[in-house]
T-cell receptor, first 113, second 110 residues
Framework: GAGVSQSPSNKVTEKGKDVELRCDPI?????LYWYRQSLGQGLEFLIYFQGNSAPDKSGLPSDRFSAERTGGSVSTLTIQRTQQEDSAVYLCASSARMNTEAFFGQGTRLTVV | QKEVEQNSGPLSVPEGAIASLNCTYSDRGSQSFFWYRQYSGKSPELIMSIYSNGDKEDGRFTAQLNKASQYVSLLIRDSQPSDSATYLCAVNINDYKLSFGAGTTVTVRA
């Protein structure tokens, strides 16, 4: 596709349920980032994938959060046993390779009720 | 020390004036620097990238980089109401991690 695509755009879930967020990066981009942005706050780094290298998971806030990237393309971010504090916009970005310009998707707004 | 710090703002400028945004970073080895614009309720949009010391101009935007001082700035000339947004400074830390500042909110008064 022409840009980074994220789905769903909005997700409302009940506390305790698991959710999966999807990111489809720009074709050919080897680097992929996930960020979280709470209301009125900055971007919090979650995880980084570069090609086939082991991902940097240093930003994941708890073991309820996990992410994978299949075939070096599509990535899914999974949040297990969601909590109200998980409510935020989850943003995905991709870049052609590390240290180059990164482009964001439109984000997934997650609301935990 | 935060990895990327921006002047806190908010910044209010009259239409037609110059808006000046500043950013400092902690990793002396950083090589890649970016400015993003984020409108309320939207995702960040890349507006400038800079990799070498000095100035880089693109239309009404000028990015300035000084690696010795670990400082990067963005100037917006002839500010327009449509420039009202939050501006995010981003720096590659440890040669890969793209770390963001908290952002500076700019309001251009008509």
């Amino acid at each position: 596709g022409a840009g980074v695509s994220q789905s769903p755009s909005n997700k409302v879930t009940e506390k305790g349920k698991d959710v999966e967020l999807r990111c489809d990066p720009i074709s050919g981009h080897t680097a992929l980032y996930w960020y979280r942005q709470s209301l009125g706050q900055g971007l919090e780094f979650l995880i980084y994938f570069q090609g086939n290298s082991a991902p940097d998971k240093s930003g994941l806030p708890s073991d309820r959060f996990s992410a994978e990237r299949t075939g070096g393309s599509v990535s899914t971010l999974t949040i297990q046993r969601t909590q109200q504090e998980d409510s935020a916009v989850y943003l995905c970005a991709s870049s052609a390779r590390m240290n180059t310009e990164a482009f964001f998707g439109q984000g997934t707004r997650l609301t935990v009720v | 020390q935060k990895e990327v710090e921006q002047n806190s703002g908010p910044l209010s400028v009259p239409e037609g004036a110059i808006a000046s945004l500043n950013c400092t970073y902690s990793d002396r080895g950083s090589q890649s620097f970016f400015w993003y614009r984020q409108y309320s309720g939207k995702s960040p949009e890349l507006i400038m990238s800079i990799y070498s010391n000095g100035d880089k101009e693109d239309g009404r935007f000028t990015a300035q980089l000084n690696k010795a001082s670990q400082y990067v700035s963005l100037l917006i000339r002839d500010s327009q109401p449509s420039d009202s947004a939050t501006y995010l400074c981003a720096v590659n830390i440890n040669d890969y991690k793209l770390s963001f500042g908290a952002g500076t909110t700019v309001t251009v008064r008509a």
